[in-house]
């Protein structure tokens, strides 16, 4: 399959300058020289062109048009989000069966060593060989893991995973964790399981993904109960994700307060809107400059010792 799909071309070189303007603009109000994205995608050509199409045709958990704002092949993808000042970032991939997840590792392995702004990130399924592949990946260097509950349609309280967040925990590598039940319920989203799993592992690392939508206060308690529990922000407070689920005003004092457990994430570059947007949209949320200094990059700086 070719690198490069055919509506590369879609951002041209004087949308791309004048995003980066306004990023660097944005940066430049915090006194920020970069960012630090914990949430963006890179992946396999073919199984990243298997997500666009999923999202092309608006898939029952999508249920909605989601142009994809950043349709380039890998080295474009690339300069776009360093050009935003971005100095590290993830490869969030995830596997939706077995036997998917340990050479969706071994590509991300190869995709950290030529790629050194890349957080070595990391995935795994409910598998007999689930605990083999976390281990063999931590071995790897892998500094993040991803789950996707909603995808993986797995329960993360499966014995199978049983040693996984173990390891997980004793290692202290976060696990990015799309565990809410946005855009549409899955069989083993929402905060029950992970309220399950936190119960036995209580000093898990984990980032729960897209401030745990819609889900948002019941996932905001998890994180005031459990010191090592943090959100990221993927698509929160974007006029796309505001008109189907709102982030109630009445609990920003509340994210005001964990502000030091809150990450950039943006879902770059599988995104309807812009990267300017989204950021944009953490900044009208009123919370003030510290707080967007300490999520935008302090936050994972301290996580990932950079």
Same mark, same amino acid.
């Given at each position: ?6 509506? =590369?071309?879609?951002? *041209?070189? =004087? ?15 915090? *006194? ?11 992946? @396999?050509? /073919? ?29 474009? /993808? ?16 995830? &596997? ?32 007999? =060989? ?43 590598? @976060? ?5 809410? =039940? ?10 029950? @399981? ?17 401030? *745990? ?10 994180? +005031? ?46 995104? &309807? ?9 953490? +900044? ?8 967007? /200094? ?13």
């Amino acid at each position: 399959m070719s690198e490069e799909p055919a509506e =590369s071309e879609e951002f *041209g070189e =004087s949308e791309d300058s004048e995003e980066h303007a306004e990023v660097a603009a944005f940066r430049a109000s915090l *006194g920020l020289e970069s960012l630090i994205d914990v949430h963006t995608h890179f992946m @396999p050509q /073919r199984v990243l062109a298997k997500v666009w199409a999923y999202f092309d045709e608006g898939g029952p958990l999508v249920g909605q048009p989601w142009p994809i704002n950043y349709r380039h092949e890998e080295q474009q /993808r690339l300069d776009v989000l360093r050009g935003f000042g971005v100095k590290a970032f993830t490869s969030m991939l995830y &596997p939706h069966k077995p036997g998917m997840a340990r050479w969706l590792n071994d590509w991300a392995a190869d995709f950290a060593s030529r790629t050194p702004d890349c957080l070595h990130t990391a995935t795994f399924f409910a598998e007999p =060989s689930a605990a083999d592949d976390v281990r063999r990946a931590l071995d790897q260097g892998a500094r993040v893991f991803k789950s996707h509950l909603q995808v993986g349609g797995y329960d993360p309280n499966d014995p199978l995973l049983k040693e996984v967040w173990g390891l997980l925990a004793e290692a202290g590598v @976060p696990v990015v964790t799309h565990c809410g =039940s946005g855009p549409a319920p899955g069989a083993f989203t929402g905060p029950g @399981p992970m309220a399950a799993l936190l119960a036995r592992h209580p000093r898990l690392p984990l980032v729960v993904a897209h401030l *745990g939508m819609p889900e948002y206060e019941e996932f905001m308690g998890l994180a +005031e109960q459990y010191d090592r529990v943090m959100l990221d922000t993927t698509m929160a407070f974007t006029s796309f994700v505001e008109a189907a689920a709102p982030f109630p005003r009445t609990a920003l004092p509340r994210l005001a307060a964990l502000q030091d457990r809150v990450l950039l994430g943006t879902d770059f570059p599988n995104i &309807p809107y812009s990267y300017a947007h989204a950021l944009k949209s953490l +900044e009208e949320t009123g919370l003030g400059a510290d707080w967007l /200094r300490a999520v935008c990059h302090d936050n994972a700086a301290r996580l990932f010792s950079l």
